[in-house]
């Protein structure tokens, strides 16, 4: 019996400094004659990573999918039922405060603008995420005007 292994292992990069993952092994039995015919054999091994590539990466989507209508749901402030978004860091607010003040901008202002929060205490975890990324894209002009 001759057996034949396909493995694919993907990392992608998320949002938010995040990464995600999939991979897969797969093994199928094939015929001993099928080791004298090397293009058959060629072209079953092609097919068997081929599955197992399309497996990973309809995996890689699924889970983009979700972490994207998560974030989404975060953005929009309507949480899934019973689930609670997390608050943000003291580090993200920290952050938060570096940026606002280096930009001469009023943070409280600006996530009661964005994000209808009271406070930027009230900022959730995913809020918190995309505002940082926000100031800190408005710094990197800042930064080359006044190097002009």
Do not use: N, W
């Not at 998320?14 to 015929?31: I, K, Q, T, V």
């Not at 929009?76 to 943000?88: K, M, N, Q």
């Amino acid at each position: 019996m001759l057996k034949l292994q396909a493995s694919v292992s993907k990392k992608v990069g998320r949002p938010c400094y995040g990464s995600e993952g999939a991979s897969l092994a797969l093994e199928l039995e094939l015929d001993d004659g099928l080791a004298a015919d090397a293009e058959r054999l060629h072209k079953r091994a092609r097919e068997l990573f081929a599955l197992a590539e399309a497996a990973v990466d309809e995996q890689l989507r699924s889970e983009a999918a979700k972490a994207e209508e998560s974030r989404e749901a975060e953005r929009t402030d309507s949480p899934r039922p019973g689930r609670v978004p997390r608050r943000v860091t003291a580090r993200q607010l920290r952050a938060l405060e570096l940026l606002a003040e280096r930009q001469a901008i009023d943070l409280a202002e600006l996530a009661a603008e964005r994000y209808s929060a009271a406070e930027p205490t009230e900022l959730s975890l995913t809020q918190a995420s995309d505002l940082i990324q926000t100031l800190q894209e408005r710094v990197e002009p800042l930064a080359e005007e006044q190097a002009a």
